[in-house]
């Protein structure tokens, strides 16, 4: 008797949540690569990701070996296990899933269900969302003002509060709206799962689900950020994960005001004093700069009174700084031959730049550039190469 795996939306885990293990028999396996595998059963409790949900971790047993499970993959009706062995069709495996993660995906996952069904009272239809490995976002088409966002927040704690149920049918085909199925999903051969939060909400999904809103404990909404066109993207979190980011927030401003040596609440001030203190020093390093760039191109001037090129290494400045000298020492050199090399950077004018260029490409390693009458050029920095340069222009 041949064995047949149960299809997607049938599957154990959409059937009860719930359910840890589960023991089974193997149906196929294909060979992906010599240490991938494609392992169908007759039916599992490791979810396979969909519907914006990730997919399970796990382990299979056969006999005394036991393997983890961290790929569970939906193809059309088909449910996949990607394993590291060969299994044969007919073994008995027991499953096992990892029920901590499990868990904390049903409560993004139905955490997120009541947050859009509360928006829908806006007048604010879900557009997509995201479970992230700490943070989710749920797109809608407007930003909410910060009213508005105070307001979702407390309406969907309430909803948690109240611990309403919530209930997996599967009803007629042609009663539920379609547009959200997956393009692969056959619907004549699926099964099409809606879920309702009591009088709420009801919205077709294949997801694992809690029982009833009171096991989100709670919905946290963080910040807006722009999405598609004129979109936002609300971050949340629900459930555990909100005490493990409180928890990680605090240890990060622990941190922060030892290292600025003040108490929280003086933790703004101390930040914009130190941005304030920055800008001011940043303004001065740029205007002394510019003072020593007008010495340096003086310097170089009189070389050029009196030789055909001149040359300037500096390993602390970049493009500006040697766009400034160069721009100063052009129209006063024509017919001379000026080379620049920073970190990273490089720029040579004049009569030699053909014969330069070709020499430093092959001391200064990945330079590329060109230039009409000019190269400018970029390289990755090495102080060994850039010794090599410096000694290349010294012989000129």
């Given at each position: 008797?041949?064995l047949?795996?149960?299809?997607v939306?049938?599957?154990?885990?959409?059937?009860?949540?719930?359910?840890?293990?589960?023991?089974?028999?193997?149906?196929?396996?294909?060979?992906?690569?010599?240490?991938?595998?494609?392992?169908?059963l007759?039916?599992?409790?490791?979810?396979p990701?969909?519907?914006?949900?990730?997919?399970?971790?796990?382990?299979?047993?056969?006999?005394?070996?036991?393997?983890?499970?961290t790929e569970?993959?939906?193809n059309?009706?088909?449910?996949?296990?990607?394993?590291?062995?060969?299994?044969?069709p007919?073994?008995?495996?027991?499953?096992?899933?990892?029920?901590?993660?499990?868990?904390?995906?049903?409560?993004?996952?139905t955490?997120?269900?009541?947050?859009?069904?509360?928006?829908?009272?806006?007048?604010?239809p879900?557009?997509?969302w995201?479970?992230g490995e700490?943070i989710?976002y749920?797109?809608?088409?407007?930003?909410?003002t910060?009213?508005?966002?105070?307001?979702?927040?407390?309406?969907?704690?309430?909803k948690?509060?109240?611990?309403?149920?919530?209930?997996?049918?599967?009803?007629?085909?042609d009663?539920?709206?379609?547009?959200?199925?997956?393009?692969?999903?056959?619907?004549?051969k699926?099964?099409?799962?809606v879920?309702?939060?009591g009088?709420?909400?009801?919205?077709?999904?294949?997801?694992?689900?809690?029982?009833?809103?009171?096991?989100?404990?709670?919905?946290t909404l963080?910040?807006?950020?722009?999405?598609?066109?004129?979109a936002s993207?609300?971050n949340?979190?629900?459930?555990?994960?909100?005490?493990?980011?409180?928890?990680?927030?605090?240890?990060?401003?622990?941190?922060?005001?030892?290292?600025?040596s003040?108490?929280?609440?003086?933790?703004?001030?101390?930040?914009e004093?130190?941005q304030?203190?920055?800008?001011?020093?940043a303004?001065?390093?740029?205007?002394?700069?510019?003072?020593?760039?007008?010495?340096?191109?003086?310097?170089?001037?009189a070389?050029?009174?009196?030789?055909?090129?001149?040359?300037?290494?500096?390993?602390?400045?970049?493009?500006?700084?040697?766009?400034?000298?160069?721009?100063?020492?052009?129209?006063?050199?024509?017919?001379?031959t000026l080379?620049l090399?920073?970190?990273g950077?490089?720029?040579?004018?004049?009569p030699?730049?053909?014969?330069v260029?070709?020499?430093l490409k092959?001391?200064?390693?990945?330079?590329?550039?060109?230039?009409k009458?000019?190269?400018?050029?970029?390289?990755?920095?090495?102080?060994?190469?850039f010794n090599?340069?410096?000694?290349y222009?010294?012989?000129?």
């Amino acid at each position: 008797m041949s064995l047949k795996a149960r299809i997607v939306g049938d599957l154990l885990c959409q059937r009860d949540s719930y359910l840890t293990k589960l023991t089974t028999q193997v149906v196929s396996c294909n060979k992906l690569s010599d240490t991938q595998y494609e392992l169908e059963l007759e039916d599992t409790v490791l979810f396979p990701e969909g519907g914006g949900q990730p997919t399970d971790h796990g382990t299979i047993k056969i006999d005394d070996t036991e393997l983890e499970v961290t790929e569970v993959k939906r193809n059309g009706l088909n449910c996949y296990h990607m394993v590291s062995q060969l299994f044969k069709p007919g073994d008995t495996v027991e499953l096992k899933v990892d029920w901590r993660r499990r868990f904390d995906h049903m409560q993004q996952h139905t955490g997120q269900h009541l947050l859009s069904a509360i928006l829908d009272k806006f007048n604010l239809p879900t557009l997509s969302w995201s479970m992230g490995e700490m943070i989710n976002y749920i797109e809608i088409p407007r930003k909410l003002t910060p009213a508005e966002l105070e307001e979702v927040s407390q309406m969907c704690n309430d909803k948690i509060t109240e611990n309403i149920k919530i209930q997996v049918e599967v009803p007629d085909k042609d009663s539920v709206k379609k547009d959200k199925m997956p393009s692969d999903y056959d619907l004549e051969k699926g099964i099409l799962r809606v879920i309702h939060i009591g009088e709420l909400d009801s919205n077709p999904c294949c997801g694992t689900h809690l029982s009833s809103t009171g096991q989100i404990k709670s919905i946290t909404l963080l910040n807006q950020f722009p999405g598609k066109k004129s979109a936002s993207r609300i971050n949340f979190l629900c459930g555990d994960r909100i005490s493990k980011f409180t928890s990680e927030s605090f240890l990060t401003l622990k941190d922060l005001t030892g290292k600025l040596s003040c108490q929280t609440d003086d933790l703004v001030e101390k930040v914009e004093a130190l941005q304030l203190s920055h800008r001011k020093a940043a303004s001065k390093e740029m205007s002394l700069m510019k003072e020593l760039a007008e010495y340096q191109s003086k310097e170089l001037l009189a070389k050029l009174e009196s030789s055909e090129i001149a040359f300037l290494c500096r390993s602390d400045v970049g493009l500006e700084y040697f766009n400034n000298i160069s721009k100063k020492l052009l129209p006063l050199t024509p017919g001379k031959t000026l080379v620049l090399i920073g970190n990273g950077c490089l720029i040579i004018s004049g009569p030699q730049v053909e014969e330069v260029s070709t020499q430093l490409k092959q001391v200064l390693k990945g330079l590329k550039g060109g230039g009409k009458g000019k190269f400018q050029g970029k390289f990755t920095f090495n102080q060994s190469d850039f010794n090599s340069a410096e000694k290349y222009l010294e012989s000129l």
